[in-house]
């Protein structure tokens, strides 16, 4: 039945009430100082190394991302592992607690679809999680000037750019995860943890139980064979995705992504950076993973939501 | 102007093989206090989601204001104010800041905002506690909140569900007067409760609920009528006199009469027939010593109808 009037009426007054709910919400000061204090952390440990090793890297400033000194990790490293956990922060509670505060009826009461609020929801989440990614760019980026006191190169500016959309689509999946399960799971509490924990799953054991999985599908393949298909199993998560498009965007000599074999190698240098574009290329089937990854969840969360039933 | 406004065609909602409300048919006319009232579990809640819009029908009809909530949410909701069933606010936001919300999903126009939303709630008591957060108000503030919205949104159409629920005596009362100054300024006001007593006095008509269905409907003095078959009950206790119950029996409108203890009779009447009680007992040589008139209560109505209290003898509780 065609329904009459615009779905998305109401979209910008949801996502700019829901955006400033977000900015000024403890719970977001509390993730922002814990990614910003994290993320120095890594950064102090990367300028320290790198000031002492390589001096000749034409991609210094790429090494600010990825250079990691014990025990820390890199800021790569600390990201992949904290814009999860601010994205399902901000997403695991979106239309639950809309249930649990016993608004969302009255909301949807008003002339708008239940499409505005989900939609609505989703961008002001994403836009907080861009705000803050952002700023924490341009920290990363001023800190790397002030304390290396080398400008970075146009290339280097464009790798570290294309790498702030990436982080921000990866941002984008989990946040469509928490608020898939924010509408399947009445209780706040159930779908943070179903969500943490697929979080912890998808991102500390699958990657390595893939190899092993595959031995499983298909006994006595051969050593190729099963280590691309494990590749390919690991790839499920978006964990893998992103740690293999920042490898391919931040380390420009990366060739590819899975096992070369010897001929493809025939006339290569080893160890000579690849154009930005080809580096792009390289990643791409990644990052139109992690997009279509967030829109799948999305779609999934709005049929979840249009299906349910609004009473309390 | 007596047209109609809510058309129930035949409403039908399943879940699966559960039917929650069956058949349901019933229309309010513009102006009216309409109580859809009954158990919980009978399918009020449902009925009014699918009104609105917020629930898909599975089979029937419905017109609000002419429009189809299936096909038309928008419109209806347009000019329906909706009170669901203990509201919820943001606690975070001051009552005023919630009407911003809500008036800026309405599409009330930025100049205008601010006067309506002063004005309503001004008009439910809540104008020195505006610009408190909604966090502490108490259960009848938010309900009232919940009212001013519907003032500011200049409904056509309030629906309550469940204004009552959870609310002081004083409280619901002062609920209550202000869903008649709702009706006063010309808004049809359908309300849902399960507390017989608290709305048979602000009702015009009623729909009785069981089971997903509506088993009486009607103003309740016709319920009364229908079911007690009177719409009125005179209590009368004497000492002494002569065949008082053939004479009582006899007062033109009594329906029935019925001998509860030695000198104490129940009469069930389509009218006040005190004055005639009175002589009556006089006449028959006996001292009249207490003469009370009952209206038909709604609670008498509904247990007497679905056979909870098959005497009619009703605790009075709410």
Redesign the interface.
């Known amino acids: 039945m065609q329904r009459k009037g615009k779905a998305w009426r109401g979209v910008g007054i949801v996502t700019l009430k829901e955006l400033s709910d977000h900015l000024s919400s403890a719970r977001m000061r509390v993730l922002e100082w814990l990614v910003v204090l994290t993320a120095l952390a890594a950064l102090y440990g990367a300028i320290q190394s790198v000031r002492n090793t390589t001096a000749q890297d034409p991609f210094l400033f790429l090494r600010l991302f990825t250079t990691a000194q014990e025990p820390l990790p890199s800021f790569v490293g600390f990201l992949s592992f904290l814009v999860p956990l601010m994205a399902i922060g901000l997403g695991f509670d979106a239309v639950n607690g809309e249930h649990n505060r016993r608004t969302l009826s009255r909301i949807l009461s008003q002339p708008i679809y239940r499409d505005a609020l989900l939609f609505g929801k989703f961008l002001a989440a994403l836009a907080t999680l861009a705000v803050s990614l952002v700023a924490l760019w341009l920290l990363v980026i001023g800190l790397g000037l002030l304390l290396l006191g080398v400008p970075p190169g146009g290339e280097e500016m464009l790798r570290a750019l294309i790498f702030l959309g990436v982080t921000i689509a990866y941002a984008g999946v989990w946040l469509a995860l928490a608020m898939l399960f924010s509408v399947i799971f009445r209780s706040a509490a159930t779908a943070a943890l179903v969500t943490l924990g697929l979080w912890l799953f998808l991102t500390a054991i699958w990657p390595a139980l893939a190899s092993g999985a595959i031995q499983l599908f298909m006994p006595g393949a051969d050593q190729a064979t099963s280590l691309i298909g494990g590749q390919m199993l690991a790839r499920l998560s978006p964990a893998t995705l992103y740690g293999e498009t920042t490898l391919a965007l931040l380390h420009p000599t990366t060739r590819a992504l899975g096992p070369i074999y010897l001929t493809q190698l025939q006339g290569a240098i080893m160890g000579a950076p690849l154009p930005l574009g080809e580096s792009v290329l390289i990643a791409w089937p990644q990052i139109v993973g992690l997009i279509a990854a967030t829109i799948l969840l999305f779609v999934a969360g709005y049929v979840a939501f249009q299906r349910q039933e609004v009473r309390a | 102007m007596t047209d109609i406004v809510i058309a129930a065609d035949r409403l039908t909602k399943r879940y699966g093989d559960a039917t929650v409300v069956d058949h349901v048919s019933f229309d309010v006319t513009r102006g009216e206090i309409f109580g859809v009232l009954g158990p919980n579990g009978a399918g009020k809640?449902?009925t009014i989601?699918m009104l609105?819009g917020?629930?898909e029908i599975s089979e029937g009809a419905a017109r609000v204001l002419g429009h189809d909530p299936?096909?038309?949410?928008?419109?209806v909701?347009?000019h329906?104010?909706?009170?669901?069933?203990?509201?919820?606010?943001?606690?975070?936001l001051s009552g005023v800041d919630n009407l911003h919300?809500?008036a800026?999903?309405?599409?009330i126009p930025g100049l205008e905002r601010e006067k309506r939303i002063k004005a309503s709630l001004e008009r439910v008591g809540l104008a020195d506690v505006g610009h408190k957060k909604v966090g502490a108000y108490s259960r009848g503030m938010r309900q009232r909140l919940?009212l001013a919205?519907i003032v500011m949104k200049d409904a056509k159409i309030a629906i309550l569900d469940e204004p009552t629920n959870g609310l002081d005596p004083q409280a619901s009362l002062e609920l209550l007067a202000l869903i008649r100054s709702l009706k006063s300024s010309g808004v049809t006001v359908l309300l849902s409760s399960h507390l017989l007593d608290r709305v048979q006095s602000v009702c015009d008509r009623v729909a009785l609920f069981q089971n997903g269905r509506i088993a009486l409907i009607g103003t309740i003095g016709e319920l009364g009528r229908q079911v007690l078959g009177g719409g009125f009950a005179v209590d009368v206790e004497c000492h002494g006199g002569e065949d008082v119950l053939r004479r009582l029996a006899d007062i033109a409108g009594v329906r029935s009469v019925s001998q509860e203890a030695g000198g104490v009779f129940r009469l069930l009447c389509d009218r006040d027939v005190r004055p005639e009680a009175a002589a009556a007992v006089v006449a028959a040589a006996g001292k009249l010593t207490r003469l009370e008139l009952e209206r038909a209560s709604l609670e008498q109505i509904y247990t007497r109808h679905f056979g909870d209290h098959p005497t009619g003898e009703v605790p009075h509780a709410a």
């Open positions: 809640t449902t989601l609105i917020l629930s299936a096909r038309d949410p928008l419109t909701k347009r329906v104010g909706y009170l669901p069933d203990s509201v919820g606010f943001y606690d975070n919300y809500t800026r999903l309405i599409g919940g919205e």
